[in-house]
């Protein structure tokens, strides 16, 4: 069964301390891994996407790496900001299934002044 | 642009009552779909649409109706309310012409509350 797996639940930090969420993925082939960020009581947005061949994507303070041979992608967050406190999912889209996604259940994030 | 819009933000039904959550998008997306989130779970698939006329169900369908009459605007029918049916619910929309590459954008969300 496709699944993504994400860890930890959730993460406390300090502001302008480093952090690294992980999300394992058994779903495979797959095209594509975006990470997306879920502020409380807003939708999800797009932080990054990667095909499966690509290693790793920036995207300000935000930088993705993917490892296909252990299928596992990470998501590293440097010099955080009060404004990083959110739900950060990883999500897969498998090559088959057409227009399916496979969303991981989210790290909660929250930074502390 | 206002992007992807859901109304209402807040309800609260009694089992057994019926009603629709709105979804609109000016994005000129062929593929649309509604989302549900619980706590301690990934965003579940209900239903989803990749143009007019045309809807598949997801991996959640039980207890939901859409329809998508035109590009703009897929609604979500709830018939029959059941506590079980409180969540959060999302539309989402993207280009249907990447199949699912494409990267979604959601809405607000709706908070529904089944008593």
């Known amino acids: 069964k496709n699944q993504v797996e994400q860890s930890p639940q959730s993460l406390i930090i300090l502001e302008g301390k480093n952090c690294t969420l992980q999300?394992?993925?058994?779903?495979?082939?797959?095209?594509?891994l975006r990470w997306y960020k879920q502020d409380t009581g807003r939708g999800p947005v797009s932080l990054t996407i990667?095909?499966?061949?690509?290693n790793t994507k920036s995207n300000g303070r935000y930088t993705a790496t993917l490892d296909a041979d252990t299928k596992q992608s990470s998501l590293h967050i440097t010099a955080s900001q009060l404004s990083d406190s959110a739900s950060y999912i990883c999500?897969?889209?498998?090559?088959?299934?057409?227009?399916?996604?496979?969303f991981g259940t989210g790290t909660r994030l929250k930074v502390l002044a | 642009n206002a992007g992807v819009t859901q109304t209402p933000k807040f309800q609260v039904l009694k089992t057994g009552q019926s009603m629709t959550l709105q979804c609109a998008q000016d994005?000129?997306?062929?593929?649309m779909s509604w989302y549900r989130q619980d706590p301690g779970m990934g965003l579940r698939l209900i239903h989803y649409?990749?143009?007019?006329?045309?809807?598949d169900q997801g991996e959640v369908p039980n207890g939901y109706n859409v329809s998508r009459s035109t590009t703009e605007d897929f609604p979500l029918r709830l018939l029959s309310a059941a506590p079980s049916q409180t969540s959060v619910y999302f539309c989402?929309?993207?280009?249907?012409?990447?199949?699912?590459?494409?990267?979604?954008?959601f809405g607000e969300g709706s908070r529904l509350t089944v008593l």
């Open positions: 989402a929309s993207s280009y249907a012409r990447l199949a699912n590459t494409g990267e979604l954008f």
């Open positions: 999300c394992n993925y058994t779903v495979s082939p797959f095209s594509n």
């Open positions: 990667m095909t499966f061949s690509e």
């Open positions: 999500v897969v889209s498998p090559t088959s299934g057409t227009y399916k996604y496979i």
């Open positions: 994005m000129n997306h062929e593929y």
């Open positions: 649409s990749v143009g007019a006329g045309i809807t």
